[in-house]
């Protein structure tokens, strides 16, 4: 089916471990995005790529890193996990032409222990 | 840098009112702005976009309008429906640098029957 998915749905981990959220669009969509949601906080904008290959910080970078090896995939990688990073992480996109909207995909509940 | 709020922060009210959401933001270089509906530990569904060209946007019970000038947008929901409960964000999608979506604080809204 056509559409933005994310995986897995919920993670638990423990502090220290390395975990890799994914998400896959069959859009072809250009922009991809991962923001993080937390209470008090609202969505916050981890990293964003503009086509494969081209990735850049947004506002909470730290800690995480992201991959755009291929146009339909943006994995987000948590490379040793603090508690601070328990948190929903949606993935989104949106298409090269400026009057589209921004597609979310349906969140990744992670709780890191 | 582009900040969004939204006002109010929270709303009740009883089935079948009419109501009004507000949103506001500080820069008015945009491209478009986006309403979006949140449930309880769900992703993001959108609901209207409004290009920076338009006034408003209507679907439904659903009609968002556009004042880029003053900066504001309202979602205005018609014989509200205890099914219209949830968070409410606005987001806007900036035409400078690169084109992110910032993101209001939401208005969690909650119909009584």
């Known amino acids: 089916d056509a559409g933005i998915t994310q995986s897995p749905r919920y993670k638990i981990t423990e502090t220290g471990r390395q975990v890799t959220l994914m998400c896959h669009q069959t859009w072809s969509h250009s922009y991809m995005f991962w923001y993080r949601q937390d209470l008090g906080h609202g969505l916050r904008l981890i990293y964003y790529?503009?086509?494969?290959?081209?990735?850049d910080k947004g506002e909470v970078p730290d800690g995480y890193v992201v991959s755009r090896s291929k146009t339909e995939n943006f994995p987000l990688t948590l490379e040793s996990a603090t508690r601070s990073q328990t948190s929903v992480y949606f993935c989104?996109?949106?298409?090269?032409?400026?009057?589209?909207?921004?597609?979310f995909g349906s969140g990744t509940r992670l709780t890191v222990v | 840098k582009q900040e969004v709020t939204q006002i109010p922060a929270a709303l009740s009210v009883p089935e079948g009112e009419n109501l009004v959401l507000n949103c506001s933001f500080t820069d008015s270089a945009i491209y478009n702005l986006q309403w979006f509906r949140q449930d309880p530990g769900k992703g993001l569904t959108s609901l209207l976009l409004i290009q920076s060209s338009q006034r408003e946007q209507t679907s439904g019970r659903l009609n968002a309008s556009l004042d880029k000038s003053s900066g504001r947008s309202t979602l205005y929901i018609a014989a509200s429906q205890p099914g219209d409960s949830a968070t409410y964000l606005c987001a806007v999608r900036r035409n400078t640098g690169f084109q992110k979506l910032v993101f209001g604080t939401g208005t969690r809204l909650l119909v009584s029957p």
């Open positions: 790529s503009a086509a494969a290959d081209i990735t």
């Open positions: 989104a996109s949106v298409g090269d032409r400026v009057n589209r909207g921004y597609t």
